[in-house]
């Protein structure tokens, strides 16, 4: 099945700094969605982006469908940025299940 | 208003019992899921209903058994408790009977077997 590597694994930044998250993946993919789990289990949707590249205030994310990468970028960090970041692809073949990666624990310290 | 809701938030129980965990979205959405997260924070589908119909079932022991009275819940239902089977369950949803679409998740279902 479908690989999806995120990096780093663990990332701590100070308040106020910012950091790209990467996501690789195996396989051609017609979904795939960013999620931010914050600490209290919450699974929220960042971003729907196959390809492309989007943006929605200090956050932004980037696919490179044709070399099987996406990244997210958070720009001028805040505490309440602090959760485990999730990606999540779908292979182009359809009706396949969204697959996600070990995400990366992100704490941001004041 | 809650697009994508579960119940139990929380669910403590004894090995060997049987378990219900409700969902419920009001987005209109054609597909919904359940979904595992392991102790290791890692998420893996476990069923997929698209218009009251099971279309994924992916490598599950048969006693989690989903069920759809309407294509806005699916429920799923847990027979003979394991200790395993401590982790959280999320319910999703989205609006496509394929895979293109934005899923949109439900708060989690937090079981612990004891």
């Known amino acids: 099945g479908i690989q999806v590597e995120q990096s780093p694994p663990d990332l701590i930044l100070q308040e106020g700094a910012n950091s790209t998250l990467r996501c690789n993946f195996s396989d051609s993919v017609n979904n795939l969605q960013w999620f931010h789990q914050n600490p209290w289990g919450q699974l929220i949707n960042l971003f729907y982006i196959p390809s492309g590249t989007k943006q929605n205030g200090r956050l932004s994310a980037t696919t490179v469908a044709t070399e099987r990468y996406s990244l997210l970028y958070i720009s001028s960090s805040q505490t309440t940025d602090s959760g485990v970041y999730f990606c999540a692809v779908a292979l182009y073949s359809g009706n396949t299940p969204l697959v996600f990666g070990k995400g990366t624990r992100l704490s941001v310290i004041a | ?114």
Request: charged fraction near 20%.
């Open chain 2, 1 to 114: 208003d809650t697009a994508v809701s579960q119940t139990p938030k929380y669910l403590v129980t004894q090995m060997g019992n049987d378990k219900s965990i409700k969902c419920e979205q009001n987005l209109g959405h054609d597909t919904m899921y359940w979904y595992k997260q392991d102790s290791k924070k890692f998420l893996k589908i476990m069923f997929s209903y698209n218009n009251k119909e099971l279309i994924i079932n992916e490598t599950v022991p048969n006693r989690f058994s989903p069920k759809s009275p309407d294509k806005a819940h699916l429920n799923l239902h847990i027979n003979s408790l394991e200790l395993g089977d401590s982790a959280v369950y999320f319910c999703a949803s989205s609006q496509a009977g394929g895979w293109v679409e934005t899923q949109y998740f439900g708060p989690g279902t937090r079981l612990l077997v004891l």
